[in-house]
């Protein structure tokens, strides 16, 4: 903003205090932190649309879902190695695979409780049968081949 004076424009000094300086580390801790809560983020909404969220355990999930919310700077060690046991169990859960092969599984005790209710008693057996669920996953789900 420039103010007149004696017909001059002079550049008016703001109001407000500047921000307190961050140090060279302290920015970098900042920015890792936020990078790591993208990633969290990133892998939890994947998860959830991918239904892998809930093979978590209620505390694996609650402790990221805390992670998130508390805005914490990850400088601890034993946080960071907590946070990366419960995303690699994450990872480990979720991707296309896993997916075809929940799907699968969903169908084949669908069909296996059907057919022991119309008298099949080997209906039990298809839910062992890997390649009878990822059958079923792959080709008889409802978003067709994957």
């Known amino acids: 903003m420039r103010a007149a004076e ?12 500047p921000p307190r300086g961050l140090s060279g580390s302290e920015t970098a801790s900042n920015l890792a932190s936020e990078k790591i ?15 892998s969220w809930f093979g978590l355990s209620v ?7 805390l ?7 990850f400088r601890s060690s034993s946080l960071l ?8 169990k ?12 929940r799907r699968g599984e969903r169908l084949a005790r669908l069909y296996a409780e059907a057919a022991t209710s119309w008298g099949n008693a ?13 059958f079923l996953g792959r080709f008889l789900s409802r978003h067709g081949p994957a």
């Not at 809560?37 to 239904?51: A, E, F, G, P, V």
């Not at 505390?59 to 879902?65: G, H, V």
């Not at 190695?81 to 690699?88: C, D, H, I, L, N």
């Open 122 to 134: 080997e209906a039990r057996t298809w839910l062992n049968d890997a390649h009878y669920v990822a």
């Open 37 to 51: 809560r993208l990633l969290i983020k990133k892998q939890i909404t994947l998860s959830k649309r991918d239904r």
């Open 81 to 88: 190695r907590a946070v990366q046991s419960a995303m690699s």
């Open 67 to 73: 992670v998130l919310s508390l805005r914490v700077k």
């Open 90 to 101: 994450l990872r480990s859960i979720s991707g296309p695979i896993q997916a075809i092969l």
């Open 6 to 17: 004696n017909g001059k424009a002079m550049a008016v000094a703001p109001t407000h205090a």
């Open 59 to 65: 505390q694996e999930r609650s402790f990221l879902n």
